[in-house]
Each structure stands twice: as C-alpha cells, then as structure tokens.
C-alpha cells in the first residue's frame, strides 16, 4: 500500500513539475480591429496595453480565452473597484475579469463601456462601444519548480507524520480493547 501512495505522490509530483515547466505564453494578440491607446498610462510598461474595440463583453472574453490556450484556463470575476489596485490607480471599470492558468500566469482584462453621454469614447473621430485594458501577469518557471517542489515536499513530511500520528492513536484505542 505504501508503495502504491508513494508512486501516486511522485507521479502527481513530476506532472506538477511538466506543467509548471513549461514556458509562459506571450502577451496575446488584441481583437480584430482594435485601436491601441498611445496614452501614457497605456504604454508604461509592456505588461499592459489598452484598446479601443466595438467587441463586447462576451466577445472579449471569447477572443482572450481564445488566445490564451494550452492550459486549463480558469475564469474568475472581480467587482469594478478592483481595477484600481489591480490595474492602475484611476481606472475606470465597468468590468474586470482574470483568465488564469492556476499555478502559472494570469491575464486581467478591464472593460470600460460608457454609461452616460459625457463619457463616449471618442478616438480619432470614431466612436467606440469601450476600452479595454489588458495586464498579463508571467511568472518565472524556476520559481514555479521551486514551489512545487517545496510544496510536494511539505505535503510528503505531513502525510507521513499523520500517518504516524493516526497509527499511534489507533494501537493506543485497541489497547484499551485487550
């Protein structure tokens, strides 16, 4: 029995492994037709970009999964405030959401969709359903083995010592049945 755990625990280890290893996917590409904002808070740093698109919601988050592929993706929502912290300060938010590849990188996107007629986004003479904001998130693959392997080396010292914890504690019940 205890060679069939330990060979579970080291397959399951050296698949972590594989998967962590792998490396990164590059900043995707932005929807078709979208208009890149050259506004300096856009272009600070090349781990966000800003567009300007007549894609909606659904369309955006479509094309970015789209995009975003080779790993279980995992999609989770954030209320609007966020985007302050997670974004940039002064963000405008109508939307935020992550596609995530648990254990490696992530990918926000922040939708801006106007309300009211003072804030229609106005862009060379073209009038645009949104801005979109993309922060894609890498991380390095020697760090992800490191903490796997802690991680898997953690949980191997915790399971053997509740095993010794659980099989002291049932020798120490039986003895009271003899």
Do not use: C, W
């Amino acid at each position: 029995m205890k060679l069939l755990v330990r060979s579970v625990f080291v397959a399951i280890t050296l698949l972590l492994i594989f998967y962590v290893s792998r490396p990164s996917a590059d900043f995707p590409p932005p929807p078709s037709g979208a208009k890149q904002s050259m506004e300096p808070a856009d272009t600070e740093t090349p781990l966000r970009r800003a567009y300007f698109t007549d894609f909606t919601r659904e369309e955006i988050i479509a094309h970015y999964q789209k995009e975003f592929i080779g790993f279980p993706t995992l999609r989770l929502n954030y209320p609007p405030e966020d985007a302050q912290t997670i974004i940039r300060d002064q963000t405008r938010s109508y939307y935020l959401e992550e596609l995530a590849h648990p254990l490696r990188e992530s990918l926000y996107i922040n939708g801006f969709v106007p309300q009211h007629k003072k804030d229609a986004i106005l862009i060379d003479g073209v009038e645009y359903y949104q801005k979109i904001t993309i922060k894609y998130v890498p991380s390095s693959s020697a760090a992800r083995i490191v903490y796997v392997l802690a991680f898997s080396g953690l949980t191997y010292f915790v399971f053997n010592e509740l095993t010794k914890l659980l099989t002291s504690f049932v020798k120490f019940i039986f003895s009271f049945f003899r």
